[in-house]
């Protein structure tokens, strides 16, 4: 069963596989539709214990190189974040989004500001940079980590 909003997901992953003379295999699946019912952003090791807590038997280097071929075929991003935790999400055609990361109990937060897109391709315009893509990470502490200190 296709997930509600998921279709150019799962329309994507077989475009991919197609084109790259993959097979879509029953682990794969599998991990792919645990990944799609975890929230915004994944850990590896938080998608590996999931899957086997359902069971299955499946090795971290699997769910790695499922994650890998996601990121390959530009259905998620990995985020890597300067005390070098990397999460994965997904990346629907077309979509932005920045981050707000906690220093300390390490919850993220997305916004979108359209300010801050038109002055980051200002700068790039004064530098004769042509934009591809690009990140934004704020640090900081988050409310409730504010209210411990």
């Not at 190189?65 to 629907?92: I, M, W």
């Not at 004769?128 to 704020?138: A, D, E, I, P, Q």
Request: proline content about 3%; glycine content about 6%.
């Amino acid at each position: 069963m296709i997930k509600p909003g998921s279709k150019w997901f799962w329309d994507g992953l077989d475009a991919y596989l197609l084109a790259n003379q993959l097979k879509q295999t029953k682990q794969r699946k599998m991990i792919v539709e645990e990944f799609l019912a975890m929230p915004a952003h994944v850990q590896a090791e938080q998608l590996y214990q999931r899957v086997n807590e359902k069971g299955e038997k499946v090795g971290l280097a699997t769910i790695y190189r499922t994650l890998n071929l996601l990121k390959e075929a530009k259905l998620v991003e990995q985020c890597v974040f300067a005390d070098g935790r990397s999460v994965f999400e997904l990346s629907p055609p077309g979509s932005h989004h920045d981050h707000l990361i906690c220093i300390s109990c390490g919850e993220i937060a997305e916004f979108e500001n359209e300010e801050i897109e038109s002055v980051q391709r200002q700068i790039a315009l004064e530098k004769g940079f042509k934009l591809y893509s690009h990140r934004l990470y704020l640090y900081g502490l988050c409310t409730s980590c504010q209210r411990k200190t």
